[in-house]
């Protein structure tokens, strides 16, 4: 596996799988732009990795246009449907996990591919999904990485006769490398290219979604999928050794990652060697204290308010900084949160940079397929808590509390890295990691991601405040992080659970510097 990283001198595009990177590139050598990149980049992952990322689930998206010259957000999450109440899960401990009352939040991928092309793309909705439509229709050579998911997760998959016939061809799991085909899908791509957003709102798709969602006992509605929009947002801010910090506002996880670097500016990371104890130990306690912060805030702030100039403030960041013991860890709670999400990033040779984050929330989402569409919905409302008075309890047309972060960084105005990984609690830790190695320890986008990684606390569903560490880390580091109260598990080198990290960094050339994590089938393609 390659330490080198790519360098562009004019673009650069960076994703968990090479053909959807490819995508990207061949659209901006066709002439457009990175917003339409993105969304053939996005488009393509819903059909090369779709047990990360699809049609049936939610993204998150930073655009920075050269000429307005800022930084904007678009949420293009669901809200769960407007008769879903805790009534209808009277008696249950929790909203099931997988099947189709796990269902319960409108899909809001579509809908964000809309709107960041009518804002900012040069190219229709069917050029862009041109390279999808073919991987969907023609096959493409199934994953390492899909081939260990669908066997890890063939028991869900094998659950419902309708997915199993997609993902699990002639009852077993598809061997790495054969070629993969997804004909449903396929034409609900089309059918998307030729009729636009609306197909899957008002149209033949969201009517068939609903269609089979009611005969197995789901709560969505038609209603629900025409009434759903997602919107522009202002991006929430942050700084960090002078640099700007962009993240997308709640209901994003997103300010936990700012909180952090806030945090850690009160330390001087130079003088603190990369790979100590004292390195791994800080950013895990910087880390957990802004989860405790997030823990008991975040939800869909239409419902409660987060304090977030309180929580971004710096002189909140110190306060919590001189709550840090470098010699004892602090104990805290945490829950289980899911971990199947793609992170890709675009800059262009205009200076137009998008850095976007998609998911299913787990890995292959609810199990369940949107009838005959060959869409596989997202389970993403099963995280609403049916506590009455848990801050993100479930309500009806409520977004929930979304791991999804993508980042930018600005330097004088002008984007400088983008970064984010797929990996539900782990984040905000692994983008911590990437920006203190590039800003701190000067290290390029692929070096930062090579690095050995760290996730502390929940992920795929297990409630633990382990601090798992790749066994790259050094042994007395382990041991003097296990004395200091860490929970440590030494788990294999380049973890999948550590996340499929990328980032593109602009660097004082101009020069489009790309890195892409070997955890994946990613890959940084720039020209």
Known sequence: MSM?????????????????????????????????????VSACLAVVYPHMTGLGGDAFWLTYNSREGKVRAYNASGRSGGRVTAACFAGEAAIPQRGPRSVITVPGMVDGWDAVLRAYGSMTLAEVLEPAIRYALEGFPLSPDQHATTAERLDVLAAYPQTAAIYLPGGKVPQQGSRFIQSALGRSLQQLADEGRDAFYTGGIGQEIVRSLAEQ?????????????????????????????????????????????????????????????????????????SFRDRNHYLTDPRFSSIPLERLLSKSYAAELAACIDMEQSLPMDTEPVGNDTAYAAVVDAEGNAVSFIQSLYFEFGSAVIGGDTGILLQNRGSFFSLDPSHVNRLEPDKRTFHTLMPAMVCRNGKPYILYGTQGGEGQPQTQIA??????????????????????????????????????????????????????????????????????????????????????????????
């Open 217 to 289: 006992g789901g709560l969505l509605r038609l209603e629900d999928f025409a009434r759903h929009t997602g919107e522009w947002a202002e991006p929430i801010k942050g700084s960090y050794r002078g640099l700007d910090l962009y993240q997308v506002p709640p209901n994003s996880q997103g300010f936990a990652g700012i909180m952090a670097l806030h945090i850690l500016e009160h330390f001087n990371l130079r003088s603190i060697e990369h790979g100590s104890y004292e390195y791994y130990h800080l950013l895990v306690e910087a880390l957990k204290l």
């Open 434 to 527: 990437l920006l203190t190695r590039m800003v701190d320890y000067g290290m390029d986008p692929q070096t930062a991601i090579h690095a050995p990684r760290w996730v502390w606390g929940r992920t795929w569903g297990d409630d633990t405040q382990e601090l798992r560490l790749e066994g790259r880390i050094a042994e007395e580091v382990q041991r003097r992080l296990r004395s200091a109260g860490h929970t440590v598990k030494v788990v294999e080198d380049f973890a999948g659970v550590m996340g499929h990290a990328h980032a593109i960094m602009i660097d004082g050339h101009g020069f489009r510097i790309g890195g892409t994590d070997p955890r994946c089938d990613g890959a940084a393609i720039g020209w």
């Open 4 to 40: 080198t990283p790519v360098t562009g001198t004019q673009t650069m595009v960076v994703s968990p799988h090479y053909l959807a990177s490819a995508a990207g590139s061949r659209i901006l050598q066709q002439g457009g732009n990175a917003f339409d990149a993105a969304v053939a």
